[in-house]
T-cell receptor, first 112, second 113 residues
Framework: QKEVEQNSGPLSVPEGAIASLNCTYSDRVSQSFFWYRQYSGKSPELIMSIYSNGDKEDGRFTAQLNKASQYVSLLIRDSQPSDSATYLC????????????FGTGTRLKVLA | SAVISQKPSRDICQRGTSLTIQCQVDSQVTMMFWYRQQPGQSLTLIATANQGSEATYESGFVIDKFPISRPNLTFSTLTVSNMSPEDSSIYLCSAPNGDTEAFFGQGTRLTVV
């Protein structure tokens, strides 16, 4: 069973703080990892992709990947109320049938 | 990036009937995915639609309930058959860009009464 796990939240942080979102996955051979943001009633939109161990920064967002621990995270610096949304971790599983599997999602609330 | 047009955007259907959801991609894609998103939940993969072969269904989803067509590399349909109120959900189609990001249709909000 291919699984992607996240804390469902809600995770509440004050405006300007760092929000830390975590994700674990079950398949050691996975190579592609994504973070999506989903506002209520909308389709998911891509924030970050990461393929190699370490950190990848894009503006206020930093994705971190540790394949040995099967762990990927997303840090949001200087959190804004507009960042309040559900954040979905997605993993491409390639052992067996190619699948794009989403985690359970973490609801983030940034308090003004 | 690919653009996916999905329709209908929403529908209210009577139980026992069927609804077919269509997704049109503006470029050729090898695979398309169909997801269900129940209220307050994440996306659950229903099946993978490959052109020229049968769709691959995930555990808990069967072809008789969710038949899928993939007649070419730019189009797919998902039918929700013999609907019950438990099928009320958002249905999303998606197409990956190789091993990079997946693009999504706008979603179909289905209510079964």
């Amino acid at each position: 069973q291919k699984e992607v796990e996240q804390n469902s939240g809600p995770l509440s942080v004050p405006e300007g703080a760092i929000a830390s979102l975590n994700c674990t996955y079950s398949d050691r051979v996975s190579q592609s990892f994504f973070w999506y943001r989903q506002y209520s009633g909308k389709s998911p939109e891509l924030i970050m992709s990461i393929y190699s161990n370490g950190d990848k920064e894009d503006g206020r967002f930093t994705a971190q990947l540790n394949k040995a621990s099967q762990y990927v995270s997303l840090l949001i610096r200087d959190s804004q109320p507009s960042d309040s949304a559900t954040y979905l971790c997605a993993v491409v599983f390639t052992s067996g049938t190619y699948k794009y599997i989403f985690g359970t999602g973490t609801r983030l609330k940034v308090l003004a | 990036s690919a653009v996916i047009s999905q329709k209908p955007s929403r529908d209210i259907c009577q139980r026992g009937t069927s609804l077919t959801i269509q997704c049109q991609v503006d470029s050729q894609v090898t695979m398309m995915f169909w997801y269900r998103q129940q209220p307050g939940q994440s996306l659950t993969l229903i099946a993978t639609a490959n052109q020229g072969s049968e769709a691959t269904y995930e555990s808990g989803f069967v072809i008789d309930k969710f038949p899928i067509s993939r007649p070419n590399l730019t189009f797919s349909t998902l039918t929700v058959s013999n609907m019950s109120p438990e099928d009320s959900s958002i249905y999303l189609c998606s197409a990956p860009n190789g091993d990079t990001e997946a693009f999504f249709g706008q979603g179909t909000r289905l209510t079964v009464v």
